[in-house]
């Protein structure tokens, strides 16, 4: 009862307060983030009022990650990760490494010791998540070509980070000096080998099984026509995939998530299910803010008020000026320079983690976490200005061409990529269009009706002479003629049916057995609805449900007067 309140209060303080401060924010014409940010300040342990549960609040903010990197990967294809591969890996890697290096000699002037100064490189090497889309997408640019590459980036600083957080306590040894050189290095290569092979194990599994198996698995959801199961199945696969694959493959939830987003891409259930987990979304990456806040401890401004600038300078001019230049090097042009640095340009989620490993290990001292709490803070409340200044830096720097023609590949390439996505989604709609134009008598029914209907449907064919339904047995189905055509015989009498008409709704409507013969007179393309889906089917949508009797009272009417002139004799 007591955690259950702690819960609460947690959440709803770091709402409230975000919520307020935030407006505050917006009205000071500040990014709202920044009060969110403060809202964790106060919220958290190092300033007077209100406490809230830290912990808590940490596994809150990650499951705001894990659900913010599912939804990019939902508009993240296998194949746009490759289209970028070549300018993403060799960036990102080149880029942790001189980071590294920088941070490394860095704490080393200031008398630290070669691990922690390690630690803390890699710290301010790696970018957050959270912050970048945010950035990304108040500008509208997670699906340009700057938006691919600065993400692409961000996906391979996360799989490098899962290595060095398995790499690390095996440093930790070699440099404490506490195991024999030999073993330490057979474990350095074991340990390797192992992680790699569970990375790679993880990415079969992710390519080869995920993308049949998890659009099946949705359709069969969507199929029941609940719109509450469907975003079960969607948070369910989310947070699933992404506590799975971590417990399984010891690879980030975050990775795992965005992971489930991409095998999810390709269907066509993607834009379902980013709808479906938008709000969530946005209310989780809230409370990560708030979590950051929380854990900051803001005398360390006054403690160590030059480190804190000599961090946060690293972090926005030394990290902004490598990735310029790598892009540079690389062979692209400014503007995606400048947009990549701007991304990159703070820290945030994995470097917590990074250095709370580092401290408990003994290997870097307190002081370096606080002094990464505060260049995440600052760093992510500078981000705004950061890609402010990138526009005023294109604005100022002549125009060039350099690199324009391979940007201009690379967009070409995504623009091909999207275009199929579209050619797509443009037949799936032909297909929702071309449903009505046949069929009218489902005009009545709304976008997500039709889409169910598509989703319920099974193809069917039948050859001339083929009996489709015979009189008196129970029914299983009703069907709709796409091609080709039918007879009933009802009565001594034949009735044809063609595209566009349907049969063997009267006995499933009414529960009695069929009441004609049906046989096809051409070959047909049918779609069948089976009767528990026709069901449940119709009593969601009591429009169609009338039409449908009013139809089938017609013909039993018909049925009946026709079945007269055979009793009573002409006069
Ligand atoms: P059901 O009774 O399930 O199986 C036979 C089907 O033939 C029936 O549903 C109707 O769909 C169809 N049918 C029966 N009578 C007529 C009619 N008079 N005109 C058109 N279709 C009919």
């Known amino acids: 009862m007591h955690d259950e309140a702690l819960l609460i209060a947690t959440v709803a303080m770091a709402f409230v307060l975000a919520f307020g401060l935030g407006f505050l924010a917006y009205h000071l014409r500040l990014p709202p983030l920044v009060g969110y940010l403060l809202a964790g300040v106060a919220l958290g342990p190092f300033t007077p009022g209100f406490v809230a549960d830290s912990g808590m609040a940490g596994q809150l903010a990650e499951m705001g990650v894990i659900l913010l990197m599912f939804g990019v990967g939902l508009h993240f294809s296998a194949a746009d990760l490759m289209a970028v591969r070549w300018i993403a890996v060799p960036g990102a890697i080149g880029q942790i490494l001189l980071a590294t290096l920088l941070g490394t000699g860095m704490a080393m002037a200031w008398g630290w010791s070669l691990g922690a100064g390690i630690v803390l490189g890699l710290c301010l090497s790696v970018a957050s ?183 946060l300078l690293l972090i926005i001019i030394g990290k902004s000026i490598l990735a310029f230049l790598i892009v540079i090097i690389m062979g692209y042009p400014k503007s995606t320079a400048l947009t990549v640095s701007a991304s990159l340009a703070q820290i945030g989620e994995f470097s917590f983690i990074l250095a709370g490993l580092g401290v408990s290990m003994g290997l870097m001292p307190g002081e370096g976490r606080d002094l990464i709490l505060a260049g995440a803070l600052l760093s992510i409340t500078l981000n705004p200005l950061a890609f402010g200044a990138v526009d005023r830096l294109l604005a100022w720097m002549r125009r060039g061409t350099y690199g324009e023609k391979r940007l201009a590949r690379l967009q070409g390439q995504l623009a091909e990529l999207r275009k199929r996505t579209e050619a797509r989604e443009a037949e799936h709609g032909l297909q929702l269009k071309n449903l009505v134009e046949l069929f009218p008598i489902f005009a009545d029914l709304d976008a997500q009706a039709r889409e169910d209907l598509l989703l319920l449907f099974r193809p069917r064919t039948a050859a001339p002479g083929e009996r489709i339904i015979r009189k008196g047995d129970r029914p299983d189905a009703a069907y709709f003629i796409s091609k080709g055509g039918v007879q009933v015989s009802v009565g001594g009498r034949e009735i044809p049916l063609g595209p566009g008409e349907f049969f063997g709704e009267m006995a499933l409507l009414s529960g009695a057995r069929r009441s004609a013969d049906v046989t096809a007179t051409d070959y047909c393309q049918l779609l069948m609805l089976d009767q528990r889906e026709f069901r449940t089917f119709v009593a969601r949508h009591p429009r169609l449900r009338e039409h449908l009797d009013e139809l089938a009272a017609q013909r039993s009417a018909m049925n009946r007067d026709g079945a007269e002139p055979n009793s009573v004799p002409a006069a």
């Open 129 to 311: 998540t959270v912050v970048l889309l945010r950035a990304l997408e108040d500008r509208n640019q997670v699906t340009s070509a700057n938006g691919r590459i600065a993400v692409g980036w961000l996906i391979v600083e996360d799989l490098a980070m899962v290595l060095a957080l398995v790499l690390l306590p095996a440093f930790a040894e070699l440099l404490g000096g506490q195991a024999g050189e030999h073993a330490a290095e057979g474990n350095l290569l074991v340990n390797l080998l192992i992680t790699l092979g569970k990375v790679a194990a993880f990415v079969t599994v992710a390519i080869l099984l995920g993308p049949k198996l998890v659009p099946w698995l949705l359709k069969q959801v969507a199929r029941t026509g609940s719109r509450e199961l469907f975003t079960l199945s969607v948070l369910a696969v989310a947070l699933g995939i992404a506590y799975g694959s971590a417990k399984l493959f010891g690879v980030s939830f975050a990775l795992g998530a965005f992971f489930a987003g991409v095998v999810l891409s390709e269907s066509h259930f993607s834009h379902r299910a980013a709808a479906d987990s938008l709000p969530l979304q946005d209310a989780f990456a809230i409370l990560f803010f708030v979590s950051v806040g929380m854990l900051f401890d803001p005398s360390i401004l006054i403690r160590e008020p030059l480190a804190v600038l000599a961090v």
